[in-house]
């Protein structure tokens, strides 16, 4: 008899539980970390442990973040591209839509891409009525949740996870290819939930006009790469409730448009870039849903979510009032600082907590009022308290220690002598010294070893390998030196000045090995390149540690001047005492 394993009896892996909660192994692993209630490991090993189900599942559920396991965890991988194509159109599809097939990412639960990781998010913001029919929107006793934009369906999948078949779903695609994807995927659904997805341009063209008003809810990332919506085929579209966008607030319109089919309590929640909540153009839009009460919250997620790499993203919910609106404040969330995008809450309960919460560092409610102000700007980062966890002393102290770190600088500035005499140099080629065995050029491709001399690509003067894995950036040559004869570090600042003066003929801007061969040394004995060698190198170490320190001079002032602004500091300070010095100084840095 097969012994049966720890996923199918009364022990979980950290897998298992993802799969469970409908959640990715990322956000199993920051609970452990962030929670000290979260169950223990009751067995497995220190780099897979197991947990007990009853534990896990007790604790899910007392956390909220048990929010999906109805639906949740049905399959072994979540909702995915099923690869089987046999049932879909007699087995025949088209070479384009093969293509779009293939680019549909393969990825389970626990593995999430930015853009299914997105949709988790959005469909975790909408509220469980949405699965309450309406007489007036109910498609055979069922609610309906639309995506005008669905593209290959990854939302509406997102909510059929949540919601199983207790929601129909309704797309439209614009691109045949990607419809017949989103068709296949939610045809291979395994919770079976009923669905439509139509093909044509949502604007010009609305196949899903039959649920306008009616609608339980709309989830969408509209695209963000149209240069320009059909205003002048649709301006006069009942549509546009908010206003008539400008040709270019393409996604303003995608706005309006999801909010058109919500019925009564409907919700909304629609993608937007953050140029879309502040440019001039859409400020009388924005001032429309404001004030209408329609716009409810506003959520800065960080960046890299989405379909669109490198896009800042911010959500817009917006529902659809019964009678008369409340007019309640807005509420602005910025989670754009977060590190991982896999900590955005995924799971409604865990929203509704992370509101509750009231963190004055991540969301805040903001009257309409101050939003109708100026601009109408609908960036969260306008409106939320900075997080500040330095105070006056701590600036204080950097401070100090920064002006005790320019006086050790000042102190170990070296004054060198001059010499008796002009130095009579007799030079000696560095392919000379490779014949004599002194050095041996390498192949560019070895692994430089700590004491070789690199010659380095775009003009960058050479440098002694330290045995680190900053050894391999931009190598043109590598030199191994005989110790015993050679120094490297004379020999690197005199080779150095060498090469200067030859002409570089390659893009790289580095030496080739004839070059270097050619490039000329002094011919010293070891003592006396070593008494060079130790100057050399003292001054490199000297000249970093300024560099380093000018960085972090800038960082200080930087913080300082936002300690200012956050009202940490107060703008009274001090300049130094002694003002005879301090005029010196000046007169000093004038003739430098």
């Known amino acids: 008899?097969?012994?049966?394993?720890?996923?199918?009896?009364?022990?979980?892996?950290?897998?298992?539980?993802?799969?469970?909660?409908?959640?990715?192994?990322?956000?199993?692993?920051?609970?452990?970390?962030?929670?000290?209630?979260?169950?223990?490991?009751?067995?497995?090993?220190?780099?897979?442990?197991?947990?007990?189900?009853?534990?896990?599942?007790?604790?899910?559920?007392?956390?909220?973040?048990?929010?999906?396991?109805?639906?949740?965890?049905?399959?072994?991988?979540?909702?995915?591209?099923?690869?089987?194509?046999?049932?879909?159109?007699?087995?025949?599809?088209?070479?384009?839509?093969?293509?779009?097939?293939?680019?549909?990412?393969?990825?389970?639960?626990?593995?999430?891409?930015?853009?299914?990781?997105?949709?988790?998010?959005?469909?975790?913001l909408l509220p469980q009525s949405t699965t309450v029919a309406h007489a007036a929107g109910a498609d055979d006793g069922v609610s309906v949740v639309l995506?005008?934009?669905?593209?290959?369906?990854?939302?509406?999948?997102?909510?059929?996870?949540?919601?199983?078949?207790?929601?129909?779903?309704?797309g439209q695609e614009i691109k045949e290819s990607a419809a017949a994807v989103a068709a296949f995927n939610l045809r291979s659904n395994y919770l079976g939930v009923p669905y439509e997805?139509?093909?044509?341009?949502?604007?010009?063209?609305?196949?899903?006009?039959?649920?306008?008003g009616t609608a339980a809810a709309v989830v969408c990332e509209p695209p963000f790469d149209i240069p320009q919506w059909p205003s002048s085929e649709l301006v006069t579209d009942p549509r546009w409730e908010f206003g008539i966008p400008a040709p270019r607030e393409s996604e303003l319109v995608w706005?309006?448009?999801?909010?058109?089919?919500?019925?009564?309590?409907?919700?909304?929640?629609?993608?937007?870039?953050?140029?879309?909540?502040?440019?001039?153009?859409?400020?009388?839009?924005?001032?429309?849903?404001?004030?209408?009460?329609?716009?409810?919250?506003?959520?800065?997620?960080?960046?890299?979510?989405?379909?669109?790499?490198?896009?800042?993203?911010?959500?817009?919910?917006?529902?659809?009032?019964?009678?008369?609106?409340?007019?309640?404040?807005?509420?602005?969330?910025?989670?754009?600082?977060?590190?991982d995008a896999a900590d955005v809450p995924q799971e409604f309960a865990v929203w509704q907590r992370l509101l509750a919460d009231a963190d004055p560092t991540i969301s805040r409610a903001v009257p309409r009022l101050e939003l109708?102000?100026?601009?109408?700007?609908?960036?969260?980062?306008?409106?939320?308290?900075?997080?500040?966890?330095?105070?006056?002393?701590?600036?204080?102290?950097?401070?100090?220690?920064?002006?005790?770190?320019y006086t050790r600088v000042g102190q170990g500035l070296p004054c060198f002598a001059t010499p008796t005499a002009p130095p009579r140099y007799s030079y000696v080629a560095i392919g000379e010294l490779e014949r004599a065995g002194a050095l041996t050029i390498r192949s560019r491709d070895d692994t430089p070893r700590a004491g070789d001399l690199l010659v380095r690509t775009l003009g960058r003067p050479p440098a002694i390998a330290t045995g680190t894995n900053e050894d391999d950036t931009g190598i043109a040559q590598v030199v191994e030196i005989d110790a015993t004869r050679l120094d490297a570090n004379f020999l690197a600042a005199f080779l150095r000045a060498d090469a200067s003066t030859l002409p570089v003929a390659n893009t790289l801007g580095a030496l080739s090995r004839d070059d270097l061969r050619r490039c000329r040394v002094p011919r010293l004995p070891l003592a006396e390149?070593?008494?060079?060698?130790?100057?050399?190198?003292?001054?490199?170490?000297?000249?970093?540690?300024?560099?380093?320190?000018?960085?972090?001079?800038?960082?200080?002032?930087?913080?300082?001047?936002?300690g200012l602004t956050t009202g940490v500091l107060a703008p009274d300070f001090t300049v130094m005492k002694n003002t005879d010095q301090a005029r010196a100084a000046d007169e000093e840095t004038r003739e430098l």
Not at 266 to 279: D, F, K, L, M, W
Not at 376 to 389: A, D, E, K, M
Request: glycine content about 8%; proline content about 5%.
């Open 372 to 405: 109708l102000d100026n601009d109408v700007n609908l960036l969260p980062s306008r409106y939320i308290t900075p997080r500040s966890t330095a105070s006056p002393d701590d600036f204080a102290q950097v401070t100090r220690r920064l002006e005790a770190l």
């Open 1 to 124: 008899m097969t012994a049966m394993g720890p996923d199918e009896h009364d022990e979980l892996t950290a897998a298992a539980i993802a799969r469970l909660a409908g959640v990715g192994r990322a956000a199993v692993a920051n609970w452990r970390r962030r929670y000290p209630e979260f169950p223990d490991p009751v067995g497995g090993s220190p780099h897979s442990p197991t947990f007990s189900r009853a534990e896990v599942e007790a604790w899910l559920t007392e956390t909220g973040k048990g929010d999906q396991l109805a639906t949740a965890g049905r399959t072994d991988t979540g909702t995915q591209r099923v690869g089987d194509l046999s049932s879909f159109q007699g087995g025949r599809l088209d070479n384009e839509i093969r293509r779009a097939l293939a680019q549909t990412p393969e990825s389970s639960i626990a593995d999430l891409t930015p853009d299914q990781l997105l949709a988790k998010v959005i469909v975790s």
């Open 197 to 212: 997805i139509h093909t044509g341009d949502s604007l010009l063209d609305n196949q899903l006009d039959e649920y306008r």
């Open 255 to 339: 706005v309006q448009h999801c909010y058109a089919h919500l019925r009564p309590r409907g919700v909304a929640v629609v993608a937007v870039t953050s140029r879309t909540c502040v440019q001039a153009s859409g400020q009388h839009v924005r001032a429309a849903l404001v004030r209408s009460g329609v716009l409810r919250d506003v959520i800065a997620l960080p960046k890299g979510m989405g379909s669109v790499p490198a896009t800042d993203i911010c959500l817009w919910v917006l529902q659809r009032p019964y009678g008369t609106p409340d007019h309640q404040a807005v509420r602005m969330v910025d989670l754009s600082e977060l590190g």
């Open 529 to 562: 390149q070593r008494r060079y060698g130790d100057a050399f190198r003292h001054l490199r170490q000297l000249k970093d540690l300024l560099a380093g320190l000018a960085k972090t001079s800038a960082h200080v002032i930087d913080q300082t001047m936002y």
């Open 147 to 170: 995506d005008p934009a669905c593209f290959n369906a990854t939302l509406l999948m997102a909510v059929a996870d949540r919601f199983g078949d207790s929601v129909k779903l309704a």
